[in-house]
Structure formats: structure tokens, C-alpha cells
């Protein structure tokens, strides 16, 4: 079973890059037919997805972040990364990364079958 890691700063402060890493363990995030994707929810708000990229190293994007957001991966160490620039406190969110069981993209977080445990990030000066 595959289990996923995040990791990161816990504070960020505006106007900064906010940049986060999902180890993999368990599984490959180069295998077929998988899509590895980043979820956010703020305080007392809903779960958001941000973004995911696939197997083939395909990335799609929320359209309401695409210009802030950057996500890559590193096959050497089998992580997956999110840069999310200029960052205000409205970013200030618990931030999962998840895997779908399926080559295909999923905007919704309830398509995603594997969730890390999440990470705390707050943007505050």
C-alpha cells in the first residue's frame, strides 16, 4: 500500500514561495495509470484541489491558482512537489497530498483514493 509524506515549512510569510514535498513510499510515482495531486483546506472552509500530475508527467491545474501554482517531481527520490508563489494569508491551509487510482485526471478530492496525513501551513509576517 502506498503511503505519502509531506513536508515543509509550517510558516510562511506573505509575498513568499510557499513550497511543499510529497515523499512516496510503497509505490512508484512513475507507474501507470496513477495521478498524484495536491489538496488543500483552509480553516472552516472546504477541501480544494490545486493540482495534480500524472504518470507521464502531465500537470493540469486549478484554474483559480494556475498562475501561482508550479507542481513537479523528482523521480530519483520518488517525490512530488508544489510551489505556490505569492502567497497571502488566505493561503494559510492543512495541505494533503493524495494519489487517484487511475490514469485520469479528477478535480474533485473525493476521486482520490490515498491521502497523506497533511501539513499545516500558515502565511502570517
Known amino acids: 500500500q502506498v503511503q505519502l509524506q509531506e513536508s515543509g515549512p509550517g510558516l510562511v510569510k506573505p509575498s513568499q514561495t510557499l513550497s511543499l514535498t510529497c515523499t512516496v513510499s510503497g509505490g512508484s510515482i512513475t507507474a501507470r495509470d496513477y495521478v498524484w495531486a495536491w489538496i488543500r483546506q483552509p480553516p472552516g472552509k472546504g477541501l480544494e484541489w490545486m493540482g495534480a500530475?500524472?504518470?507521464?508527467?502531465?500537470?493540469y491545474y486549478n484554474p483559480s491558482l494556475k498562475s501561482r501554482t508550479s507542481i513537479s517531481r523528482d523521480t530519483s527520490k520518488n517525490q512530488f512537489s508544489l510551489q505556490l508563489t505569492s502567497v497571502t494569508p488566505e493561503d494559510t491551509a492543512v495541505y494533503y497530498c493524495?494519489?487517484?487510482?487511475?490514469?485520469?485526471?479528477?478535480?474533485?478530492?473525493?476521486?482520490?483514493?490515498?491521502w497523506g496525513q497533511g501539513t499545516q501551513v500558515t502565511v502570517s509576517s
Open positions: 493524495v494519489q487517484r487510482l487511475s490514469g485520469k485526471f479528477a478535480y474533485t478530492a473525493p476521486n482520490y483514493d490515498y
Open positions: 500530475i500524472a504518470y507521464t508527467d502531465t500537470t
